[in-house]
């Protein structure tokens, strides 16, 4: 029997963003439980909830004080227990995120960590001498991902820690088997009460070069985006077994931040280390025929021999919305999302991409990440009230464009709308083999178009994208029935060659 996460659609939820039940701005826990009915209604299959532990927020939870409770903006362990509870009666998985490579500064192995160099704790954290003698010389080169240098000066004790993100966010050091176990034993909190699997925040990162190597002169990427040890590997083979441990159908999803297929696909290792890998180099590819069908291509020339499942993605909270990427067109977005729902592979939505949002233009006062990502983290409006159905104050950001009539409740009641582009495409997929777990291969196609089949024994699906703004002939073998139409006018017709500019359709033998 194949593992649930293999024909599942994901959907990311940013617990700040989504829904709000306490009314001070700050989505919360109950406020994703009271919205489970509209994610059964959309047919997801499984939820990533985005950090909810204890935490200061200098990176907005991705900074852990304590990994097994629940920070108060959010709500306690029994609104986590409800959620879980409630979201498995509707048959809905939950994925929550592990954030291994780093702690916040206010963890207490780090405050123990730092209170003298003979700290039990000390070697819990990646401590060094510089070069030279006090602050002035830095033990290597490397860069933090949100700039400036990733070592931090502790006076008290007279040493530099590293941190590949936030100086208030020191990394781990998992060449030590205590932490290993420690970090284990989060890993089995989590497990024991019955959550489905955890995304794996900066895989890449866990295990370093011992020598601590500079970087080449000139590179421009922090360390964090080009770290890759071999030792990472046996790392992630001990986490696999702490996972399979639970029975098998637990799922680990990495987040590979590596922007090559080949180096990702090794992180799969033998079908012992992750389940699944993210690769988020189609984040990074814009609206283009050539770039996608390499991409694709590329895909499943790598992870196809090592048994691979592949990953897609659109947007996430780390990146612009690939609405506002593919330059605010709605038609490329419900192409787009035709395009991400019939790949081979686990699709991740990310909240509110079902509405078509985009980015929010958040004034200099407003901004509060240290990222910039403010932008694609906009409250998710759910209706078209002044509070879009957000009680008491103001979400922490600004709306996205339009969440008078880009919100839940009026483009539920519009038939023609993206978000029922969206239920319509996850109801096929779930419906159809060959779109969940079938074979890709492309078809010919003409000039601006991406073609490909979809097969599973007696079960094809054809898909057509069209990259180009103008109209496009098709010709396909054999008759064939719309089933899904990007622009919700042909469904259930017969098929006659015409695909409109920056459309896509879902095909089914006549």
């Known amino acids: 029997m194949e593992p649930w996460w293999r024909s599942a659609v994901f959907y990311q939820i940013y617990p700040r963003s989504f829904a709000d039940t306490g009314g001070d701005g700050v989505g919360d826990l109950a406020g994703i439980r009271c919205r489970l009915d509209y994610l059964q209604w959309l047919g997801v299959d499984a939820v990533w909830i985005c950090p909810f532990y204890r935490s200061p927020m200098t990176d907005f939870g991705y900074d852990v004080a304590d990994y097994c409770d629940v920070d108060p903006m959010f709500g306690t362990l029994g609104d986590f227990d409800r959620l879980l509870a409630e979201a498995h009666a509707r048959d809905i998985k939950v994925v929550v995120d592990w954030v291994p490579n780093h702690t916040s500064d206010q963890h207490p192995w780090f405050v123990e960590a730092r209170r003298a160099r003979d700290s039990p704790k000390r070697d819990w954290y990646v401590w060094r001498d510089g070069p030279g003698t006090g602050a002035g010389g830095r033990p290597n080169n490397w860069k933090a991902a949100f700039g400036g240098d990733a070592w931090t000066w502790d006076q008290a004790t007279g040493q530099w820690y590293l941190h590949l993100f936030l100086p208030t966010q020191p990394d781990l050091n998992w060449r030590n088997p205590e932490v290993e176990e420690a970090m284990h034993a989060t890993l089995r909190f989590w497990l024991d009460r019955g959550v489905d699997g955890f995304r794996i925040d900066v895989v890449q990162g866990l295990t370093k070069d011992p020598a601590l190597p500079d970087d080449p002169p000139g590179q421009l990427l922090p360390h964090a985006a080009v770290n890759d040890c071999a030792d990472t590997h046996a790392v992630l083979r001990r986490l696999r077994q702490v996972a399979d ?127 910039g990502r403010d932008g694609c983290r906009s409250p998710m409006p759910w209706d078209a009230s002044p509070g879009h159905g957000w009680p008491g104050a103001a979400p922490w950001l600004p709306w996205a464009p339009e969440p008078e009539v880009r919100n839940v409740a009026s483009l539920r009641a519009d038939e023609g709308s993206i978000l029922h582009l969206y239920r319509r495409l996850l109801a096929a997929r779930r419906s159809s083999p060959a779109l969940h777990g079938g074979a890709w291969r492309p078809l010919e196609a003409p000039a601006g178009v991406l073609a490909y089949e979809r097969a599973d024994g007696d079960d094809r699906r054809a898909v057509l994208v069209n990259f180009g703004e103008a109209p496009a002939t098709v010709a396909l073998e054999g008759p064939w029935e719309v089933e899904v139409d990007s622009d919700a006018a042909l469904e259930g017709t017969r098929f006659r060659g015409r695909l409109a500019g920056d459309a896509a359709m879902v095909l089914r033998p006549a």
């Open 245 to 371: 441990a639970y029975g098998g159908d637990r799922v680990l999803v990495g987040e590979v931040y590596l922007l090559s297929t080949p180096t990702v696909a090794r992180y799969v290792g033998n079908g012992d280390e992750l389940h699944l890998a993210f690769d988020f180099t189609p984040l990074y590819e814009p609206w283009d025929l050539g770039a996608w069908r390499g991409r694709i291509e590329e895909v499943e020339e790598e992870l196809a021999p090592v048994g691979g499942w592949p990953t897609w993605t659109l947007s996430n909270h780390d990146n612009p919305r690939h609405r506002t990427r593919y330059g605010g067109s709605e038609r490329r977005a419900r192409a787009a999302a035709v395009l991400l729902l019939t790949l081979r592979g686990a699709p991740f939505l990310y909240y509110g991409e079902e509405l078509g949002l985009e980015d929010a233009l958040v004034p200099p006062d407003r901004v509060v990440d240290p990222g």
